[in-house]
């Protein structure tokens, strides 16, 4: 459901009021003037079990909002647990009993700029493993200034990972359609985020060479984001598209940062992207998730906002066909989400994290 | 046939990386993490797990995910009886009788079982159901046997930190020990001494005899003490925690040997080509100590020229020290046992087997050589060297 309300209580209580019972994860975008804070009290005091981030934009059916809050509601919650300082990796992922026969979701949330992210989801793999179906995105602001975006009835966090886990049976599609333009090369020097080298050479010297000569614009510090944000990486893979890491700023040793963490050794591309391969992959997204799961009660669109911000107004195009498909195949389905910093899903069977990919999940019951 | 020459470099290149994600430590789970993981990443694979054999039993050495293999599942597993037969990679698909060596993870798709060395095998799993084609085996062959390697290595690196951490505790426990016995034995033989003494104070007309026993009870106990602070010097010389000290060479030994009581007739000469040297002072001091109260216990009193003559001459890389006296000699029969624990070949209460060993485990301590040469009637030289660090 979606919440217009910036009054704390007033949405506490239309939270408590449709919630019966169930958990709530709630999607805040950043700009959205309601005090998290108050909200979290107001949650507590009613007893609503909840979780949620501070997004830069929230999905509602097929609208791309800067106000609201979205709701989705959970049932037959198993567990819920915050990890705080996950850039430090010294945290234990609680084990959970899993019954064979059942299925299970794991739904996170967590700081879309804090390091270590990958280290965070393989541990929860590592525990969980493919019990679950996983889904998820990176919270945070689109200024990109680190500050507190995930909370839960334990707080509000900065460097912190929430992941609900709860019975549930669905279906994921996941796909970006950004395609190879220079490759494969090698990031032979990385500091979890940072690649400060390609084949043995200053990282950004190399990108910049492939990047002028396919975009005919000279690239420097200051205006890094404009052009990079249409040249990410893919890390390569077998049988599969490639995993997007987006670079979004260099510094003075000509080192590139990323969202999300690139290994030593890594084996890229770089990619550029075209409106109609995004949107096409979109659908391709919505039609994967819609072929392995039939009768779905509910949608979920994790969608990067740096989609968003390349496709510009074609963005609403992205929404309307993936909106439309999952609307046939049930069109009462309620359908949430956000525009994250940073997609997770275990779609490929490891559970990873992604940059500028849809990543589309349906619900329901078998 | 056309040849896609960006998907072999791409192939090649991912060999690569799998290549530099092996051994890059040497502890047995994170080698493991780090290759494995990426394996899955970059395969689209949902687990692996290495499985160690023994006998007819198997155990679960890694797992990712952690739930993946039960131990208590897969102890007498029939299907990784046959995993492990005749070293070949095997293949198959879970949906058969396969699901008997997982626990609480879904057991649905492929799987792909690696024989590695040392009674050790990888089983890949792939849940989305897609069979592991040979290409891929092929591809995946080479890698593994460096894995294999890897993790060979790991398990020796393993064994030998553990040993090295039991045999420092060992060493501890040993130091704790010689303390504490050296200390409760002397204890006792104070008392003892105390005891003599009264007993002589008090028994002014005790006869002749029982003084001469109790004089002989005396002797016994300096050779007692003797043997436990010899005992306690033997037992902590390799564990000491102090370092190397700059010494000044002559007015050590001459300190050493007015601590001696050197009788007249005997006469000590030095003759060194260094002034100062760096070197642990109590094991220094032990050395010359035993080996100049050696010399000058096989000089008999009524020797009228006794000679001891101790030579030091420094080297780049080591040390050349002798001692050689002029006393009685050491009988050929005993040459080699003197050196052992206890053998004496004096009765004085000075002598009770425990310097030789001391010196011999000085020179073993700093790397070096000792070379006996000795005549009976003429003399002993004992020529030894020690490394420099």
Redesign the interface.
Not at chain 2, 40 to 47: D, E
Not at chain 2, 64 to 68: F, K, V
């Given at each position: 459901m979606l919440i217009n309300s910036t009054d704390p209580h007033n949405v506490a209580k239309t939270i408590k009021e449709k919630s019966k019972g169930r958990n709530v994860v709630l999607s805040i975008p950043d700009n959205y003037p309601v005090d998290v804070e108050m909200l979290i009290e107001e949650l507590n005091k009613l007893d609503v079990q909840f979780m949620g981030g501070i997004v830069p934009k929230i999905i509602y059916q097929n609208m791309v909002l800067d106000e609201g809050v979205v709701a989705n509601f959970l049932d037959h919650v198993v567990t819920q647990f915050v990890i705080e300082n996950i850039r430090e990796k010294d945290f234990t992922v609680p084990h959970i009993p899993f019954e064979k026969e059942k299925d299970y979701c794991a739904f996170t949330m967590l700081d879309g700029l804090t390091g270590n992210i990958s280290h965070y989801l393989s541990e929860v793999y590592r525990v969980l493993g493919n019990n679950c179906l996983y889904l998820g995105g990176g919270a945070g602001s689109l200024t990109l200034e680190q500050k507190p975006c995930v909370f839960s009835n334990e707080g509000f966090f900065m460097n912190a990972a929430i992941t609900v886990v709860y019975e549930g049976s669905g279906s994921l599609g996941v796909q970006h359609g950004w395609e190879k333009i220079e490759g494969p090369i090698i990031a032979t020097k990385t500091d979890k985020n940072v690649i400060q080298e390609l084949n043995w050479r200053n990282a950004f010297e190399v990108y910049k060479e492939i990047v002028e000569a396919d975009s005919n614009k000279e690239i420097g510090e200051e205006n890094f984001f404009d052009i990079a944000k249409s040249y990410p990486f893919g890390v390569v893979k077998d049988n599969s598209e490639c995993i997007v890491r987006d670079p979004i700023a260099t510094n003075e040793k000509g080192e590139l940062i990323c969202v999300g963490e690139v290994f030593n050794n890594t084996v890229v591309d770089v990619l550029k992207g075209n409106r109609c391969s995004l949107v096409k992959s979109a659908e391709k997204a919505a039609k994967m998730a819609i072929e392995n799961f039939s009768n779905p009660k509910s949608g979920v669109i994790i969608d990067c906002i740096s989609r968003a911000l390349f496709l510009e107004d074609e963005f609403q195009n992205e929404l309307d066909t993936v909106v439309d498909l999952l609307k046939k195949e049930n069109d009462q389905m309620f359908i949430g989400g956000a525009l994250t910093l940073g997609e997770i899903s275990s779609f490929n069977g490891y559970l990873e994290l992604f940059n500028k990919t849809i990543v589309v999940g349906l619900f329901g019951k078998k | 046939m056309s040849v896609n020459i960006n998907k072999h470099?791409?192939d090649i290149?991912?060999l690569?990386?799998f290549s530099?994600?092996i051994g890059k430590t040497l502890d047995f789970q994170k080698n493991c993490d780090n290759f494995l993981?990426?394996l899955?990443?970059?395969?689209?694979?949902?687990?692996c797990c290495v499985i160690s054999k023994e006998g007819d039993d198997f155990t679960r050495s890694y797992a990712?995910?952690?739930?993946?293999v039960d131990d208590s599942m897969i102890e007498h597993s029939g299907f990784l009886t046959d995993c492990f037969k005749d070293d070949t990679i095997k293949t198959g698909m879970f949906e058969d009788d396969k699901k008997e060596m997982v626990s609480?993870?879904?057991t649905q798709g492929s799987w792909l079982f690696f024989n590695l060395q040392n009674d050790k095998g990888l089983m890949l799993m792939?849940?989305?159901g897609?069979p592991f084609n040979q290409v891929?085996i092929n591809q995946l062959t080479p890698i593994m046997e460096k894995f294999s390697i890897s993790l060979k290595a790991c398990e020796s690196f393993m064994r030998r930190d553990n040993l090295l951490k039991r045999l420092t505790k060992q060493n501890k426990e040993l130091r704790e020990y010689t303390q504490v016995i050296s200390h409760d034995l002397k204890s006792p033989l104070r008392n003892i001494v105390t005891l003599i003494a009264w007993t002589k104070e008090d028994g002014e007309n005790l006869q002749d005899d029982v003084m001469q026993n109790l004089e002989s009870i005396e002797d016994n106990i300096e050779k007692m003490d003797n043997l436990i602070k010899g005992l306690h010097a033997y037992s902590t010389i390799d564990k000491f925690e102090e370092n190397d000290k700059e010494i000044e060479v002559a007015p050590f030994l001459d300190g050493i040997i007015e601590s001696l009581e050197v009788p007249e007739n005997i006469e000590i000469m030095v003759d060194s080509n260094i002034s100062t040297l760096s070197i642990h002072p109590t094991l220094f001091q032990n050395l010359f100590q035993h080996l100049i109260s050696n010399a000058v216990n096989s000089i008999d009193e009524e020797n009228k020229k006794g000679k001891i003559s101790i030579n030091i001459k420094g080297e780049e890389t080591q040390l050349k020290c002798s001692v050689q006296d002029n006393g009685k000699g050491i009988p050929e029969k005993y040459q080699e046992r003197v050196f052992e624990l206890f053998e004496s070949i004096d009765s004085k209460k000075e002598c009770v087997g425990i310097g030789l060993p001391i010196i011999k485990k000085i020179i073993d301590y700093y790397d070096g050589d000792l070379l006996l040469e000795s005549e009976e009637g003429k003399g002993t030289t004992f020529s030894f060297s020690l490394k420099k660090e």
């Open positions: - | 470099i791409a290149l991912q690569y990386e530099m994600a993981k990426l899955l990443a970059r395969k689209n694979l949902s687990g990712y995910p952690e739930g993946l609480s993870c879904r792939n849940h989305k897609t891929e």
